[in-house]
């Protein structure tokens, strides 16, 4: 019997920071072109999936799954999956590797084994199978509508040009019309023109930026790291440490901030904020006592003045589920303060933080949420 084919050593040596060490591997299938394993550790499971680099389809199994890994980011983007789902994804030496966060529960095919058994057309088992059916469409419906609906929509098909000399011939068997009716025909009353009410913009609901884009909140991956040193960088650098992020401390901040997300009782979550499914900033949530949270926010500079700081943190708000929640803002900041008044915070003073040239009074703000929301612990 042969040796189990071994999973990306570059998919593992990313995951390994997110289930921690030592990292059990086990090869769960092997077929159709396609590989995939469970890594346990300490910290959690991931299920890691990989094209054979040996068959027939490899070039085609690997694009199949950068496809995947697409659909993946355009569904959480869109809130139809869960945040913390997609983990991660890359290429390796012999196509591409995904990476999603294990669920427990029965492999479908021996969930179904009644089904294929002489007594899987009983009556008694039709509705359970009627029942796990209609659960699969309604959830696939609903993915699908997300996945067509975030597409942009198709560019309006122009007409074919006549050669040249065709210009006003008529077409056998079919009726010549003179001129062309005018797209919108403006009514005449009395001798004048209606005119035409201009449309009023129209103020972006919660969780769209000024642009009336959605903007969504998931838990940080292994391949953000990029996106955070674009993130701190610049502009929006200048009051906190004023030094670029290097992708080795990127990488560090992501295996933090997933160590901390394993932690029992959990105490801190940090989020990436997604626009058109590109992470443009991150925020973050601590628990301070049982009751009182604070939180804070980062955006990438050229991403401001969108509203997009604003509607992450209302999310984050809305589902806090504490009393009260905190944040400061440098004193020369005054924009992240208008982000905490339009989330519903108010001013409530200052409180000094030491800095290398002495004490700085940061701006103090609370907000009183009497525990309303859903607590992120159950997100």
Known sequence: MGQAPAPPGEAVALLTGHTGEPTAIQLLSDRRGSRAWKLQGPQGAVALKANDPDGDTARDKAAEMAQE?????HLTAASALHPDYRVSAGTWDGGRWLAVNWIDGVPLWRALALARGPEGDRASVRPWLAGIARTWTEH???MHAVLVLDRPAPRRLRRRPRPAGEAGRHRPGHHHRAARRPALAVPRVRGRHHRVPRPRPRRPPHGEGADGRMVTLRALALDDAPALTRIYSGASIRHTTGNPLTLDQAHEKIRTALARAAETPRAQWSWGILHEAEVIGLIALRRRTPSMGTINYILRDDSWGNGYATQAAHQVVTTAGLNRLEAMHHPGNPA???????????RIGTADRDSETGPIPYELYALETGGNGISPIDR
């Open 69 to 73: 890994d697409d659909h993946l980011r």
């Open 140 to 142: 696939l419906a609903r």
């Open 336 to 346: 992240s303060g208008r982000v905490l008044t339009k989330a519903g915070f108010t």
